[in-house]
């Protein structure tokens, strides 16, 4: 029902940038969407959600440094700015439909941000 494509990870030197897209092909209407992000041998935490609405929130580690902003329904990016070697993790994109009863969510393959210092 939902398909999400990640790109834009890769290597990046301390200090740099990189952005972050992701596409979800869906035949059902996606409501929020967020990227998460899982370093090294730890657990997958939020990075940044963004509601249908615009409303945005950040884990407070990437506040000032990352914006997560939406151009359509179904297109999410992740600007990182100022990227740190504790920002290197496999980030995933997250999308939620919301029914009348319950939420699903759907994620993509996860892709790769290494950040050299």
């Known amino acids: 029902q939902v398909h999400l494509v990640e790109s834009g990870g890769g290597l990046v030197q301390v200090g740099g940038s990189l952005r972050l897209s992701c596409t979800a092909n869906?035949?059902?209407?996606?409501?929020?969407m967020a990227w998460y992000r899982q370093p090294p041998g730890k657990q997958r935490d939020l990075v940044a959600q963004i509601a249908n609405g615009g409303k945005t929130n950040y884990a407070d580690s990437v506040k000032g440094r990352f914006t997560i902003s939406r151009d359509n329904a179904n297109t999410m990016f992740l600007q990182m700015n100022s990227l740190k070697p504790p920002d290197t993790a496999v980030y995933y994109c997250n999308a939620a439909h919301y029914t009348d009863q319950w939420v699903d969510y759907y994620w993509g393959q996860g892709i790769q941000v290494t950040v050299s210092s």
């Open positions: 869906a035949n059902i209407s996606i409501d929020a």
